[in-house]
């Protein structure tokens, strides 16, 4: 079996990883509906999901244990479990709306999202889904964006695209828009924070319907399901993790695309930045990444310079074949019984890695990972970027 070979760029060096190729995969219907119940189930998330089907073999041993684990972890309240048919109805409509379904591991999945640990167990795409074959770009920056900061995205994008790569971004007013414009002769896919049958804002009605015929648009969550706060940063590291690096043309001081720079550092990518001048809160953003070892960019020329390596030699595709999970054995009972007060102890609101945890309570990865898991499914503890975990403290 061939390996993956992924690099990482890290400020200005990079390094390349060999992954362990996983199989090419395929679901049956069954197995697909019970991966879309286990993800659509109250306290699982991507990281949960991935450590429950590591556990458990599949999706559906996975469900039948979900109440007993979180009423281990304290939680009083059954736990919301997403039916059968609620699953079959979603699967329908995606269906009917001509949304193609990926799952993580099967073909068609970006390859450059599959290996971070939060990566979605599902995606719903609308378009031409063969452009995420090509390896991605990603141009983000603010939503009230200057004339010249969105002539320069524009720019960007369309000799990217002219590059052959896939100019991604969130469909946002302002920078987002038109990176997507400038990239609609090529490839450009669209990362939504809502379903992705969910015109959000609504004035970009017109370029949906263009990257849908043009292009490609993927989300994670449910269709019909509107953008809230929240789904915001989830977004944003779909959009750092389908490309091998991140450009921000605008962004204040504080703002989403900052939050998609700090994905992409620590997803190992490449983080460009175009400069501006200090007189601009837009351009405080781009110039504090260049403080913090950003590559300066100007034209598409800088980036790909960026990413050249990688570009010479892209990923490897995995050797196709029959997926066959292997469950991990779990720890005995007793253990994780006795453990899991001495985690609760040392959890608190203050965030901490599992790495410390591990450590400080001086217990096997195992055990500190099952009980994490009760701690999830119960709704006591919140998993942050990092891997690091904090404890609620309401259940």
Partial sequence: MNPIAVWLFLGHHARMLTLAATPAMSLSDSDLRDWLRLIRSENVGPITFHRLLRQYGTAAAALESLPALARRGGRGKPLRVCSKSAAERELEAAGKAGVTVLAHGTPGYPRTLAPLEDSPPLLFARGHVALLERPGVAIVGARNASLNGRKLAHRLAQDLARADLLVVSGMA?????????????????AVLAGGVDVVYPPENQELYDALTQQGLVVSEMPLGEAPQARHFPRRNRIISGMALGVVVVEAAGRSGSLITARLAGEQGREVFAVPGSPLDARAAGPNGLLRDG?????????????????LRAPLAEPDAAEFRARPASPPPDAEVDAAREIIVEALGPVPVTVDELIRGCQLSVSVVATVLLELELAGRLDRLPGGRVALLTTP
């Fill in 173 to 189: 007013r302002g920078i987002d828009t038109a990176a997507h414009r400038g990239a609609l002769g090529g490839a450009t896919a």
């Fill in 294 to 310: 950003a590559t300066l960019t100007e034209t598409a020329d800088d980036v790909l310079r960026g990413l050249a390596d990688l």
